[in-house]
């Protein structure tokens, strides 16, 4: 495996409402290498997004980092200053969010706001950084890109303006892409050519990504590594085939048993995981998945399982005191 | 009347909206000469790409859009031009479910109050009974009456879109029209409220029209699936027809475009283009088998 460039280790993220206190990201290490292709799957409340608008120095008023740390290409981010922070971000790390329109500032052209990028990171002078922009422009697919240079965001659609985001994000030729839910608002055809100009990207600039999303079956195609996610913590993680074939985790497993399969039967109802998604201030002690688990043992319910190895597939891991199939075979499946 | 006579029927219906700024002079129908037939105790599932005009076809045939053209009935009843008058004891029939319940639930009442509105409206029952009525909804869709008194904050995204459906079925409808219900839930609950669904429909012999982009579910729920492209229903058909010999080029497209949570699958996907000018608009519905139409 090649060097990680980035490495997470104890992160823990801590919300204050009035008296009580959550931790909305409970304690998560992990690493993502050089030129790979991690996908973060999980619901609201899973931490997905929180820790790495903490990564970012991004976090929303009330949030804190309470521990942990974030080295990326050698540098703990959670140390840097404001200064220091902007510059890493746009410059190494680029981001696409879900809203396009809220990203873009719309009293500026497009065209001008690529090239800000450009000349505040690389320096370049206005002139330079506008025909590089264009060029951008024209390699995330956007037709007659001179003309478009000059429109606003709004006269853009959807799709095209998570473009020009890409465009921005790319624009300094960033060691690592983090594109959170970047395609969620976007119809499935356009999500598709989003998915692929990425991936076409990723294999031209020699990037890392992050690909964070709820949308299971986006990360089935486009991850070499998953990484699944519940109230803050990872409950699984490994080669995509792997986890998707052989899931360890009963959330991982219930998950994609929830899904409607082509060939269901009609009138055969869903599987249907039971109970609420969890609440980060009320976390149990144990396993956070134990109360909507049929195959929870009672250990579950006490201590909260730290990752292990899956058999003997390389980089396979869950967090999980149980295994599995022994579960499911004892418990006769979950009805 | 008859039983076979289609509960919802729309018939060549079109929706422009008049711009009122002064560069558009005409604008585009969002809505185009759409006829649909949804038969009682039917699922219609309605797919398309968004500003195709799906969310407001489900509008007009709710009547909560005036139709600029073409014509509705609702059980048997010509409702085209009804006044809110004539339109008042129908809606007790015909009721909504939206996709954010997060938007829809009023942040300072009660929830059980919510769900008793309708009661209040088109119903003679008195408080007790009211309340009697709404504790039973509650258990109708999974949730403890005991939560009547509490307020939305208090509740998930799940069960607040719970709370949202035990009041559109509050008032016995008939027909309900689910506009992306899904759409807004975590996916460890959308399962549990599709089941939802589907079991309401099998106990109160309901009739949806359930739009949404989640194909995988639609192909799941529904009876019928309609492919609306650009104002126009391209495509309709039984679920299983549609999906499995898709005919229209805009279909096939989306088709292939949809994530399946299968990684070989997903590397395996060849992914069609549909490229609108290489296509000729279409004029009309055309059989290519049984009961399964395109638009050519």
């Not at chain 2, 949570?261 to 069609?272: A, G, I, N, S």
Request: glycine share 8%; proline share 7%; hydrophobic share 40%.
């Amino acid at each position: 495996m090649a060097e990680p460039l980035f490495r997470i280790r104890n992160l823990k993220i801590r919300i204050q409402n009035g008296g009580e206190t959550g931790y909305p990201v409970n304690d998560i290490s992990y690493d993502l290498c050089e030129n790979e292709t991690l996908g973060i799957v999980g619901e609201s409340g899973s931490g997905k997004s929180m820790h790495v608008l903490a990564m970012l120095g991004l976090l929303p008023r009330g949030l804190a980092v309470e521990s942990g740390e974030i080295v990326f290409a050698g540098r703990d981010l959670l140390k840097m200053n404001a200064q220091e922070l902007r510059n890493v971000r746009g410059k190494e790390i680029g981001i696409v969010f879900q809203d396009p329109m809220t990203s873009l500032n719309p009293v500026l052209t497009v065209g001008r706001q690529i090239s800000e990028v450009l000349v505040r990171h690389k320096r370049l002078d206005w002139r330079s950084a506008r025909a590089r922009a264009r060029e951008l422009l024209e390699l995330v697919g956007i037709p007659d890109a001179e003309r478009r240079m000059r429109a606003f965001p709004f006269q853009f659609s959807g799709g095209m303006r998570q473009r020009v985001m890409i465009a921005t994000a790319l624009a300094c030729e960033p060691r690592l892409l983090i594109a959170d839910e970047a395609t969620t608002a976007l119809d499935v055809t356009i999500q598709a050519q989003v998915i692929d100009l990425i991936r076409s990207l990723k294999e031209r600039f020699g990037m890392s990504v992050l690909w964070i999303t709820h949308d299971i079956g986006v990360v089935a195609g486009f991850a070499e590594t998953v990484q699944v996610m519940y109230a803050g913590q990872i409950m699984e993680r490994g080669p995509v085939r792997s986890v998707f074939y052989n899931p360890a985790s009963a959330y991982t497993w219930s998950l994609l048993k929830s899904l409607p399969r082509p060939d269901q039967v009609a009138g055969e109802p869903l599987y249907q995981i039971p109970g609420q998604p969890p609440n980060p201030f009320r976390l149990a002690k144990g396993d956070p998945f134990a109360e909507r688990n049929p195959f929870a043992t009672p250990r579950c319910f006490e201590e909260r399982p730290a990752l292990r190895p899956v058999g003997d597939v390389q980089g396979h891991e869950v967090a999980a005191w149980y295994d599995l199939k022994t579960r499911i075979r004892e418990t006769g499946g979950a009805e | 009347m008859t039983r076979t006579e289609p509960l919802v029927r729309i018939e060549n219906a079109t929706k422009v909206y008049e711009s009122r700024g002064w560069r558009n002079a005409r604008p585009a129908p969002v809505v185009n000469g759409v006829s649909l037939d949804i038969a009682r105790r039917e699922i219609v599932g309605l797919v398309g790409e968004s500003g195709s005009g799906k969310s407001t076809l489900g509008r007009m045939v709710l009547r909560l859009e005036t139709l600029t053209g073409g014509r509705l009935w609702f059980d048997g009843q010509e409702i085209t031009n009804a006044s809110r008058n004539e339109m008042r004891p129908l809606r007790k029939a015909m009721q909504v479910v939206f996709q954010d319940p997060y938007a829809a639930l009023s942040p300072r009442m009660r929830v059980g109050d919510f769900v008793a509105e309708p009661l209040c409206v088109h119903s003679g029952r008195n408080r007790s009974e009211r309340e009697e009525r709404v504790a039973e909804l509650f258990s109708t869709v999974g949730l403890d009456p005991a939560l009547m008194r509490r307020f939305p904050h208090e509740f998930s995204g799940g069960q607040r879109q719970r709370i949202c459906i035990a009041r559109a079925i509050a008032s016995d409808p008939s027909f309900i029209v689910a506009d992306e219900p899904i759409t807004a839930l975590d996916v460890s609950i959308q399962a549990q409220i599709v089941n939802l669904f589907k079991e309401l429909q099998q106990r109160m012999g309901l009739t949806y029209l359930f739009i949404a982009h989640d194909l995988s579910m639609v192909r799941y729920l529904c009876d019928r699936v309609a492919v609306m492209l650009r104002g126009r229903i391209v495509e309709i058909g039984p679920a299983a027809s549609v999906f499995g010999n898709p005919l229209h080029p805009y279909t096939q497209a989306l088709l292939s475009a949809a994530p399946v949570p299968d990684p070989d699958v997903e590397r395996r996907r060849t992914r069609l283009i549909y490229d609108p000018e290489r296509y000729p608009a279409g004029e009309a519905l055309e059989e290519r088998a049984p009961g399964h139409f395109l638009l050519v």
